[in-house]
């Protein structure tokens, strides 16, 4: 798998995964900053980067981390500015695009953050480790046809 198939795949659960949490929110009546958006987000990027693990049969190397994760914030700011887009055209005119602005940015940041600590790094940390308890990695289902074998 390649990053623009991890990148799609992160999209697309991304967007499913915030549309269930929508439904949840309306349905269950949960309050609106329920922590449900964090939720998707680190669904959909550990999902991604899970399969990328499973078709590739490895983690992302350093450059491809960096890549992935700079990928992925930018997907989940440009989701961001749309929903913040289709906010602010239905808001009162006084409401400012500035703090809209800044809240995105502030919300991406930390986001960033979050996708870079589930990004690979720590799987990464607990695949050697399970490697090197059982001799075999974690992507690997049978130890006899596992690429990634000692």
Same mark, same amino acid.
């Given at each position: 798998?390649? %990053?623009?198939?991890?990148?799609?795949?992160?999209?697309? %659960?991304? =967007?499913?995964?915030?549309?269930?949490?929508?439904?949840?929110?309306?349905?269950?009546?949960?309050?609106?900053?329920? *922590?449900?958006?964090?939720?998707? %987000?680190?669904?959909?990027?550990?999902?991604?980067?899970?399969?990328?693990?499973?078709?590739? !049969?490895?983690?992302?190397?350093?450059?491809?981390?960096? @890549?992935?994760?700079? *990928?992925?914030?930018?997907?989940?700011? #440009? %989701?961001?500015?749309?929903?913040?887009?289709?906010?602010?055209?239905?808001?009162?005119?006084?409401? !400012?695009?500035?703090?809209?602005?800044?809240?995105?940015?502030? =919300? !991406?940041?930390?986001?960033?953050?979050?996708?870079?600590?589930?990004?690979?790094?720590?799987?990464?940390?607990?695949?050697?480790?399970?490697?090197?308890?059982? *001799?075999?990695?974690?992507?690997?289902? @049978?130890? #006899?046809?596992?690429?990634?074998?000692?």
């Amino acid at each position: 798998m390649t %990053l623009k198939g991890v990148f799609l795949r992160f999209f697309l %659960l991304y =967007v499913a995964l915030l549309i269930v949490a929508g439904l949840i929110v309306h349905y269950w009546g949960l309050a609106s900053g329920s *922590g449900l958006n964090m939720g998707a %987000l680190a669904g959909s990027v550990f999902g991604a980067c899970f399969d990328f693990g499973r078709k590739n !049969g490895r983690y992302f190397f350093r450059d491809e981390k960096w @890549r992935s994760v700079l *990928g992925f914030a930018g997907i989940d700011v #440009a %989701l961001q500015l749309f929903s913040a887009a289709a906010a602010l055209s239905s808001a009162p005119a006084e409401t !400012g695009a500035g703090a809209v602005a800044f809240a995105v940015g502030l =919300v !991406g940041a930390l986001h960033a953050l979050a996708i870079y600590r589930r990004g690979g790094g720590e799987n990464a940390r607990q695949a050697r480790d399970q490697r090197a308890l059982t *001799g075999r990695s974690p992507l690997c289902r @049978r130890a #006899a046809v596992c690429p990634l074998r000692n």
